[in-house]
């Protein structure tokens, strides 16, 4: 545990500057910048006349999760369900139609509200949730956050078209958070449409569908003119079905944050997808740095809503800040605690943007994965021609081991761009590129979050780092 001169004066309402000359008087050289451990700050603030109290994350956090839910407790929930694919490909139209499934939406009445996500009642006690921010980078946005609030992946590739660049980008990012696809061959209405190519060319990125002798749904539909949509909600149900998807609705809810932003009127307005539990009106929670008081609920429908369980999505107005998507809430017992939650994560976010070691270099990489069981280097490559890549990827598949091996979460061709370095700040893996370069905005983002980028133009260098990179994740032998 460390703090830096800066931040420990901040706490004692000091300037910086005057803490510094505590210090060298003391016979420590420091700047404002530096970090003392917790023991030096410890004496320097009871020098200063300060009582001590250390608060470790551990404290702070303790009990803020709750205790584990019993198997007895636990009820079906409604799947959780992200559409992706291509640009054009009908993803948005795809979302809509299934909207105008659900069967209250005429009865109740209300007018369709963007919050972010929605949920279609299909009767018989059938339900499934969309997050209605379509594609893959909002998708890794939140899953780099920690939350991974999607159970299923649905797949749209347009029936005319087949495999595209961003196809193949879904794929890897459905593969990398490990979450199952369904694939909706969309647009079997165009004359063109070629739904059994769209199988075979699937077979070339590992997804074997049904009729292909694989286990991977795949449900033709028309988006347009509204074919089979009942056939991928069967689809998805029976997907949950596999994934017992269950959650304990009686406990103080917990969950992640959708979408957030500020209105003007309103204030700090969030949608949160309630992962266990049930979210009353006037619930008291912190939410990532933020914290609040549930003042109103709403849902997809722009109906007021008291209660919201598990996998239900609404948006709450009573935060005192605007969290980011992916933030975890937790409902707690007392403002105190909410705000002692969100204050000591304010300090935290601080102070490790100071310190900016949150990086995800090769080294780093190492040194985190030294305690797994089978090591694993994420990786993501970006090359100029499929064939370099191809020759990478084989290269790399050769200096595999039982015990370490390098896990390719994404290969493309073309610069490195804001997704590829997205998708790989989720999984803490570096981007390679191969006589290729990172855009500015790629650059910017990796800058922000720690993310290497190293840029190669001889395999051979290439494949020798990664070598060394898993020599050092090797166990040392006793
Ligand atoms: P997105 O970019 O993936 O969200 O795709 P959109 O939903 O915006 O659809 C792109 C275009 O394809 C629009 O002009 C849609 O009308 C059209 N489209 C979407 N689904 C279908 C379909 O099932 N059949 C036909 N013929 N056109 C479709």
Redesign the pocket.
């Given at each position: 545990e460390t703090i830096t001169v800066q931040e420990l004066a901040a706490r004692m309402s000091m300037r910086a500057v005057d803490l510094v000359k505590e210090l060298m008087k003391e016979g420590q050289m420091v700047t404002a910048n530096a970090t003392l451990d917790a023991d030096t700050a410890q004496l320097v603030a009871e020098d200063l006349g300060h009582s001590v109290k250390r608060v470790s994350e551990a404290d702070v956090e303790e009990g803020l999760e709750g205790a584990a839910d019993k198997p007895e407790d636990m009820k079906p929930r409604p799947p959780v369900v992200t559409i992706m694919?291509?640009?054009?490909?009908?993803?948005?139209?795809?979302l809509d139609a299934m909207r105008q499934t659900d069967i209250v939406a005429g009865e109740a009445g209300g007018i369709t509200q963007h919050i972010g996500a929605y949920q279609v009642d299909l009767g018989d006690n059938r339900k499934i949730t969309f997050l209605d921010t379509?594609g893959h980078a909002a998708f890794t946005q939140m899953r780099s956050r920690g939350a991974q609030v999607t159970d299923i992946i649905i797949l749209?590739v347009?029936a005319d078209d087949s495999i595209m660049p961003q196809t193949e980008e879904a794929i890897s990012h459905a593969k990398a958070a490990g979450v199952p696809i369904i694939v909706a061959i969309?647009?079997?209405?165009?004359p063109d449409a070629d739904p059994n190519k769209v199988r075979t060319d699937l077979l070339q990125h590992e997804i074997q569908v049904e009729s292909m002798g694989g286990d991977v749904q795949d449900v033709e539909?028309?988006?347009?003119?509204k074919?089979n949509l009942d056939a991928l909600q069967d689809a998805i149900l029976l997907q949950a079905e596999l994934l017992e998807l269950k959650a304990n609705p009686d406990r103080p809810a917990e969950g992640a944050v959708v979408e957030a932003r500020l209105d003007k009127g309103r204030g700090a307005v969030a949608t949160f997808l309630v992962e266990r539990g049930t979210l009353h009106r006037g619930d008291i929670l912190v939410v990532g740095s933020e914290w609040g008081k549930v003042r109103a609920m709403h849902d997809d429908k722009g109906q007021q809503v008291k209660e919201a369980g598990p996998a239900y999505p609404v948006e709450v107005l009573g935060l005192d800040g605007v969290p980011e998507p992916g933030d975890k809430f937790n409902v707690v017992e007392s403002e105190a605690r909410a705000r002692e939650v969100a204050e000591f994560r304010k300090r935290q976010r601080r102070d490790k943007a100071a310190a900016q070691t949150s990086g995800t270099s090769l080294e780093q990489m190492m040194a985190q994965l030294q305690d797994a069981e089978i090591k694993e280097l994420p990786i993501v490559i970006k090359g100029d021609v499929q064939g370099s890549i191809e020759a990478i990827v084989g290269s790399l598949e050769k200096i595999n081991t039982d015990e370490v091996r390098v896990k390719i979460l994404h290969t493309g061709v073309g610069g490195i761009s804001e997704s590829d370095v997205i998708l790989a700040e989720a999984s803490s893996a570096p981007v390679i590129g191969f006589n290729v370069r990172a855009n500015k905005q790629a650059r910017d983002e990796a800058e922000r979050n720690g993310v290497e980028i190293r840029y190669y133009s001889v395999i051979y260098n290439l494949i020798d780092d990664i070598k060394a990179a898993l020599s050092g994740m090797l166990e040392p032998e006793l």
């Open positions: 694919g291509h640009v054009d490909h009908g993803k948005t139209s795809l379509p749209v347009a969309n647009k079997v209405d165009k539909v028309s988006a347009l003119k074919m």
